[in-house]
């Protein structure tokens, strides 16, 4: 399989275009999050909004939580109006969950868990190693982490009550660890997490939470981002008509991220040493630059060993003298302290929030708030 000279330089066109419109990451985001609006399905009589919490004068020391699994249709639509963020799952585990406030029953905010990446610089360089497809190093770690990829308050929820801290404080929760353990057989004892960003904002909302949280260290960021929409769909037409066929085997795993590397691959092949090539090139650096290193924080329940644990150097875990304070009711108190200092400062200067901030197409939100 290969192109031609022309064609490849047509495709490389396509890609400058495309990534050509973008100058921050916060661009590149809120293009993907409009292509995304289309499929979100609208009802005029009940909108999914309103199932979202909207009493914004209601003092943080009144609300009582519960964690549970909902609908994944609902899940996804709720979290489709409420994230900045375009979420997709991954491959292997996945647990999705909602928060709701139970005096209103509205949902504050929504959790998605699932199987931690192999590959993580500041993870490796704390556990000492890159966990590889090899049995006894997957196997464990495997088995006892467990990854953020989705943790979304609503909005302003999550402005006017601190709802980020909140949402994080139950993942690191023991009520998250039961959940994990029942569905999975697992014995979890690592949580992870990235922000969402990284260069471009100083603080996350997973700062200030020790013990409960920590901060590890900057993710690499060298990859390149995915293109969406019409310019996708246009590249992916023009390279099977030109191949006259399939770009990758049907079925493959990924297969947006499969094509997109295939066509770069062909791309670099069939302009190697030349100007467009190089051209090529510096257009594909451009298109990283977009992405940013991520602050990646991780928690590890309580307990005092537990690299050890997920290193597979002992067998047992030992619960630390923390380890009470994980209990998800200790976390909610913990949370209401800091939400009351936030609601009530807010409240007295006149800034808080009290229109819902949902995704709908006719709707402006700050990508980064």
């Not at 000492?128 to 302003?156: C, E, H, L």
């Not at 510096?282 to 990646?296: F, P, S």
């Amino acid at each position: 399989m290969s192109l031609s000279k022309e064609d490849a330089i047509y495709v490389s066109s396509i890609f400058e275009n495309y990534f050509g419109n973008f100058h921050s990451i916060d661009e590149y985001m809120r293009d993907q999050k409009l292509g995304t609006l289309s499929d979100i399905s609208s009802n005029s009589l009940f909108p999914p909004e309103d199932e979202l919490f909207s009493d914004f004068t209601m003092h943080p020391n009144d609300m009582t939580f519960s964690v549970m699994e909902i609908p994944t249709k609902q899940w996804d639509t709720l979290l489709s109006i409420t994230s900045s963020h375009v979420n997709n799952c991954s491959p292997g585990r996945n647990i999705r969950l909602a928060v709701k406030e139970m005096n209103t029953d509205k949902y504050v905010g929504f959790i998605r868990l699932g199987s931690p990446v192999i590959n993580c610089k500041p993870r490796n360089d704390m556990l000492g190693q890159v966990f590889s497809q090899q049995k006894d190093t997957a196997t464990r770690f495997n088995n006892s982490t467990i990854m953020g990829f989705a943790i979304v308050p609503a909005q302003p929820f999550g402005y006017n009550y601190l709802g980020g801290k909140l949402l994080a404080g139950i993942c690191c929760s023991h009520k998250i660890r039961e959940i994990c353990n029942k569905k999975y057989d697992m014995n979890l004892c690592l949580f992870e997490t990235t922000s969402l960003y990284g260069n471009s904002k100083s603080v996350s909302q997973y700062d200030g939470m020790k013990p409960f949280v920590r901060y590890k260290g900057l993710t690499t960021s060298d990859f390149l981002p995915m293109m969406h929409g019409k310019p996708y769909d246009d590249l992916v037409y023009f390279v099977e008509n030109r191949l006259g066929g399939d770009i990758v085997e049907p079925g493959i795993s990924s297969r947006k991220l499969s094509i997109t590397q295939k066509i770069i691959a062909m791309t670099k092949v069939a302009l190697k040493n030349t100007s467009e090539g190089e051209h090529f090139e510096q257009i594909l650096q451009n298109a990283k630059n977009l992405i940013e290193k991520k602050r990646y924080y991780i928690s590890d329940y309580g307990f005092s060993n537990t690299l050890d644990y997920v290193n597979n150097k002992t067998d047992n875990l030992i619960k630390g003298e923390n380890y009470d304070k994980f209990e998800l009711d200790n976390i909610v108190d913990w949370w209401k302290k800091k939400a009351s200092n936030r609601f009530e400062n807010l409240k007295a200067d006149g800034r808080l929030r009290n229109e819902l901030e949902v995704w709908t197409s006719g709707k402006h939100i700050d990508i980064i708030r």
